[in-house]
């Protein structure tokens, strides 16, 4: 499965955006002009049952890496890069490291975890009615005060476009566990309802350099872009 991509960007180096569940490659409209101005050649990819990409009532996470890379070695055949996986992408990301050139793998917010075995239809239904409240930009700014008006339509664009099926299928599975490589970086919030203190204790003993953005949401650089950016030197020229 190729995956649809927005691209921006000339520089020598490539660098691959993976948005979280519900969101969109489109999620990343502050960070890929940022990286493009910073001689990246910028690939932010829709995920399956994402903005423009295939749906996949049979997907699951190992799917997903699967079309990553098949959609990158169609891009950006034998290239090294860097990738930033947020959430749900951070996941799908650990999936596929094994199978991609990076040069180096960030994970923002995520465990590259989940408990599977979800009931396929109840959760399409929450995920149906989810992405309905999802649609409307001002329920989203009601709800994420942090988001700016431009956060807010996108998001909803994202809604507009996202697949219940599709997600529902890749929690039904099996439960899903990865652990990112030694020396890949983890940018959690703190305080995260996901990356708990014991996940980044347990990620730094197995050689994962984490760091923190105190006060974040979990969409971490729409709250606080500035410290997002700020705690991946490595990455953006700052």
């Known amino acids: 499965m190729l995956l649809n991509a927005l691209e921006s960007g000339y520089g020598d180096r490539t660098i691959v955006l993976l948005h979280g569940l519900m969101g969109s490659a489109e999620s990343w409209w502050r960070i890929a002009p940022l990286l493009a101005g910073q001689d990246y050649r910028v690939i932010a990819l829709d995920l399956p049952g994402h903005g423009h990409s295939p749906r996949d009532a049979e997907g699951t996470v190992e799917s997903a890496a699967a079309a990553v890379v098949e959609t990158l070695q169609q891009l950006s055949p034998g290239q090294h890069i860097?990738?930033?996986?947020?959430?749900?992408?951070?996941t799908v990301l650990a999936a596929a490291a094994d199978r991609l050139p990076l040069e180096r793998a960030v994970y923002a917010d995520t465990t590259c975890a989940f408990t599977g075995g979800a009931d396929r239809q109840a959760l399409a239904a929450q995920y149906a009615e989810g992405r309905e409240r999802r649609r409307d930009p001002a329920w989203l700014m009601a709800s994420r005060p942090y988001y700016s008006a431009r956060d807010a339509a996108v998001e909803a664009h994202a809604a507009d476009r996202f697949d219940p099926v599709t997600a529902a299928s890749i929690s039904s599975g099996d439960d899903v566990a990865y652990l990112p490589a030694p020396g890949s970086i983890l940018v959690r919030a703190v305080p995260s309802?996901?990356?708990t203190d014991d996940d980044a204790r347990r990620f730094a003993a197995q050689g994962v350099d984490v760091r923190s953005v105190a006060g974040a949401a979990h969409t971490i650089w729409y709250s606080h872009f500035d410290e997002f950016v700020a705690s991946l030197p490595e990455v953006f020229q700052v």
């Open 82 to 90: 860097t990738a930033i996986g947020h959430s749900y992408g951070g």
């Open 193 to 195: 309802s996901y990356v």
